[in-house]
T-cell receptor, first 113, second 112 residues
Framework: DARVTQTPRHKVTEMGQEVTMRCQPI?????VFWYRQTMMQGLELLAY????????DSGMPKDRFSAEMPDATLATLKIQPSEPRDSAVYFC???????????FGSGTRLTVV | GENVEQHPSTLSVQEGDSAVIKCTYS??????FPWYKQELGKRPQLIID?????GEKKDQRIAVTLNKTAKHFSLHITETQPEDSAVYFC???????????FGAGTTVTVRA
């Protein structure tokens, strides 16, 4: 099965530190999404890209979060500076386009202390 | 954009009984409706989907029905088993969107 690969799987960091999460979408998928989930709550959309171009990042706190897609095989989500309220599981997902389900990665569990 | 509402938020069923989760959507032109299952500590996984030209779709013990007139769709799980315990998310793809709009999720617990 093709997979969306996320690294790291777990990250514990101190408040104020920079955190970078990485995602390798499935080869051939042209749409990449970043979601945040807290304590098995709903899926909060942070940002997404189509053909590497950012389409919408209105779900992200702009002052501390940034999302980029430097090439077709890598998407990054950065938090600087991190805060305890950022503690959550961050999922990356990729898809092939309109009206098709997308595949989620295994997530990065972030804990900010 | 599309708005999806999901009910109930929690559902407890006896093993062997059926479970039904309902979702409504706002845009009548939406035409793709997947369901995701998320087990504890795992990623959401697509388990079944339906398109607007189909009224019902089945896959073993799970089925999805779509009522376009009423703008709602439902997930049916028959003969529930302990491994069906999970959070289930419905979603809809709006006509002018490049993304799915998700419901808030339903936590299903199957009692042995």
């Amino acid at each position: 099965d093709a997979r969306v690969t996320q690294t790291p799987r777990h990250k514990v960091t101190e408040m104020g530190q920079e955190v970078t999460m990485r995602c390798q979408p499935i080869l051939g998928h042209n749409t990449v999404f970043w979601y945040r989930q807290t304590m098995m709550q709903g899926l909060e959309l942070l940002a997404y890209f189509r053909n590497r171009a950012p389409l919408d990042d209105s779900g992200m706190p702009k002052d501390r979060f940034s999302a980029e897609m430097p090439d077709a095989t890598l998407a990054t989500l950065k938090i600087q500076p991190s805060e305890p309220r950022d503690s959550a599981v961050y999922f990356c997902a990729s898809g092939t386009g309109l009206n098709y389900g997308y595949t989620f990665g295994s997530g990065t569990r972030l804990t900010v202390v | 954009g599309e708005n999806v509402e999901q009910h109930p938020s929690t559902l407890s069923v006896q093993e062997g009984d059926s479970a039904v989760i309902k979702c409504t959507y706002s845009d009548s032109a939406s035409n793709y409706f997947p369901w995701y299952k998320q087990e504890l500590g795992k990623r959401p996984q697509l388990i079944i989907d339906i398109r607007s030209n189909v009224g019902e779709k089945k896959d073993q013990r799970i089925a999805v029905t779509l009522n376009k007139t009423a703008k709602h769709f439902s997930l049916h799980i028959t003969e529930t088993q302990p491994e069906d315990s999970a959070v289930y998310f419905c979603a809809a793809w709006g006509p002018n969107d490049y993304k799915l709009s998700f419901g808030a999720g339903t936590t299903v617990t199957v009692r042995a």
